[in-house]
């Protein structure tokens, strides 16, 4: 069994700056890339960022040189620094992991959530 526990959300006034944080535990399992996604009301889920084990990290186009995703293999670890927050970043923030096995790669184990809102 994996699991995956998110930390980091609160609120934060625009222009400002969040750390989110993503630890996996569980079965001892190959993870090919872990990463965050989001998904603000009456919206789709979307990819923010995601890191593979090779150390390769691709962004969605909406986050524009704001956000740096960091991958720590060996601690199964995430995280996300946030700079130049917007409004429109305000949504729940989920943890994601791809295992190594072709067949499961587009079957993501996923956290729970956190949820990050920026006022104005």
């Known amino acids: 069994q994996v699991r995956l526990v998110e930390s980091g959300g609160g609120l934060v006034q625009a222009g400002g700056s969040l750390s989110l944080s993503c630890v996996r535990s569980?079965?001892?399992?190959?993870?090919?890339?872990m990463g965050w996604s989001r998904q603000a009301p009456g919206k789709e889920r979307e990819l923010v960022a995601e890191?593979?084990?090779?150390?390769?990290?691709y962004y969605g186009d909406f986050v524009k040189g704001r956000f740096t995703a960091s991958r720590d293999n060996a601690k199964n670890t995430v995280s996300l620094q946030m700079n130049s927050l917007d409004p429109s970043d305000t949504a729940v923030y989920y943890c994601?992991?791809?295992?190594?096995?072709?067949?499961?790669?587009?079957?993501?184990?996923w956290g729970q959530g956190t949820q990050v809102t920026v006022s104005s």
């Open positions: 994601f992991a791809r295992r190594c096995t072709e067949s499961l790669r587009e079957y993501p184990d």
């Open positions: 569980g079965d001892t399992i190959c993870i090919s890339a």
């Open positions: 890191v593979t084990s090779g150390g390769s990290t």
